[in-house]
């Protein structure tokens, strides 16, 4: 007995010396996440209650921009009035603590408030953060309530901090460009990268098509093979992609540890209107997810070349559209952003023809199919992750049925296709 009662004690003592380690962790955490002047019981607060810092609003849109680089004819990169080279926009539910995003190719053709017509990230460098957000209102309707503006050295800079990161690509992306110092040979499929080969997989755009000679002059390269992560919608599904392995790489206990290294890393790559409490009162929405939990796209359009350079062109009504759901919420805007294809396998004829203008009248956009062999089950098949939510509220509009992914996305992000099988005759 008495050495079960000393084990006790020896436990208890053990506990005590635990929590006594507990106690100078948090507060050394506190101090580290406060900073030198801030409130620590400020900090604390909005961590728990991130929308105590942001009084009067259930949502905030946040201005995301990637700093591109300028460079000197001899190579040298610099900063000053440099294009914007990631645009996104972030709606973030602070009562609900969801996050979605809706990105921007920087090559959109604009009309900007300064009178100049051109690719939305010159508005960065000719008029600042104050142009960009100028500019979008005009082009989306909606004006950002903050902006962060990351460093071009971010993403290598903080891959590194936190030890490198997982991804994933659909393809291999290799290029070289000597003169701009990058240099990208990734693999397809899962890969681990450190800062250096982070900032390739972000920044990749196309495959090398030509050498340059010692003249400088172009030569082109015969038997190029084209890569599928060519494009700026790939390249901001990968940039949203990378995101999502920080956040995944920082919520490691290992790098708990050096936990105040990474905060003056990342702080120290950032520029913004926001506090550091407000920004780490953001950043506590993903406390806790392996990977970031966010419906995410790209304004959809088509890529154009006009007076003699390559261009991004939108449908101004859909990308308002676009803009008001992922960013503001808006089930109605993305009703009306939606194609819903109907195909009849229940054997009932007529049957998608009536489902078709139903939906119609709740705000779908819809196309009726053909009919197709029976099939018990109706389906309903949406091409990419950011429309799953209204996927399920679209079967839950048709009462039976299942939902999925499609296995072999197309090329309309926005469509939605609904088979209707034999479970559906009766109920519409």
Known sequence: MRRLAGLFYLALLALCLFAGVLARVAARMGQV?????????????????????FPGKDRIVVLLVGQDYNRTREGIAYTKRSRADTIMLLGVDLENRRISACSVPRDTLVRAPDGVSGKINGTFARGGIELLEQTLQDLLGIAPDYYVVIKPSAVRTIVDA???????????????DSWGGLHINLPKGPMFLNGEQAEGFVRFREVNRFRIDERGRRIPLRGVRPSKEEGDIRRTARQQQMVGALIAAAN?????????AIIDVGFSQVETNMDRTQLLALASLFRGQKGLSLASA???GRGETRYGAYYYIVDPETARDSARWLVLGDEEAGRRLLVVRVDNASG??????RLASELERLGYRTE???????????????????????AESLKREIGVGTLAKSAEPGDDPTLVRVVLGQDAAGRI
């Not at 009932?348 to 023809?353: H, S």
């Not at 009726?368 to 209204?390: C, I, R």
């Open 252 to 260: 490691t206990p290992a790098n708990w540890l050096k936990l105040d």
């Open 348 to 353: 009932v004829r007529g049957l998608a023809r």
């Open 368 to 390: 009726v199919g053909g009919t197709v062999d029976p099939q018990p089950t109706t389906s309903v098949t949406y091409e990419t992750a950011a429309v799953e939510a209204l």
């Open 33 to 53: 996440l406060a900073g030198p002047s801030q409130d620590m019981g400020r900090v604390w607060r909005g961590i728990s209650n991130p929308r105590s810092l």
């Open 298 to 300: 790209t304004l959809t």
């Open 162 to 176: 936190v030890g490198g990161v997982r991804v994933e690509s659909i393809d291999e992306m290799r290029y070289d």
